[in-house]
């Protein structure tokens, strides 16, 4: 069973930073794209921000830009989403979750196959 493995959450308070971490031993994950999203108490799951296999461009939601910064690092086969800035409205569980396409998108949940179990982000004071 493949498994995608998310951290680095955890309680910041406004204005903070938190960087989340989505690795896996199963596979390569620069032969994926892969997403980032979130899920609040009550909504929907909303994507976050994606990188895309074919040439590692990056997309965001228009609720994270210009505060979270998607990346990868080839050596430790793991994604990250620097997350500055953060606000009360991000907090969330937030998933990784990647796809064989080569190009990823932050709108289409269903492009992706293989999804981590979460890792909880509350930002408070």
């Known amino acids: 069973q493949v498994q995608l493995v998310e951290s680095g959450g955890g309680l910041v308070q406004p204005g903070g930073s938190l960087r989340l971490s989505c690795a896996t031993s199963d596979f390569t994950l620069d032969f994926y794209s892969v997403g980032w999203f979130r899920q609040a108490p009550g909504k929907e799951r909303e994507g976050v921000s994606c990188?895309?296999?074919?040439?590692?461009?990056?997309y965001d939601a228009d609720s994270v830009k210009g505060r979270f910064t998607i990346s990868r690092d080839s050596a430790k086969n793991t994604v990250y989403l620097q997350m500055n800035s953060l606000k009360p409205e991000d907090t969330a569980v937030y998933f990784c979750a990647t796809a064989a396409a080569r190009v990823c998108s932050v709108r289409l949940p269903s492009l992706y196959d293989y999804w981590g179990q979460g890792t909880q982000v509350t930002v408070s004071s």
């Open positions: 990188i895309s296999s074919s040439d590692g461009r990056t």
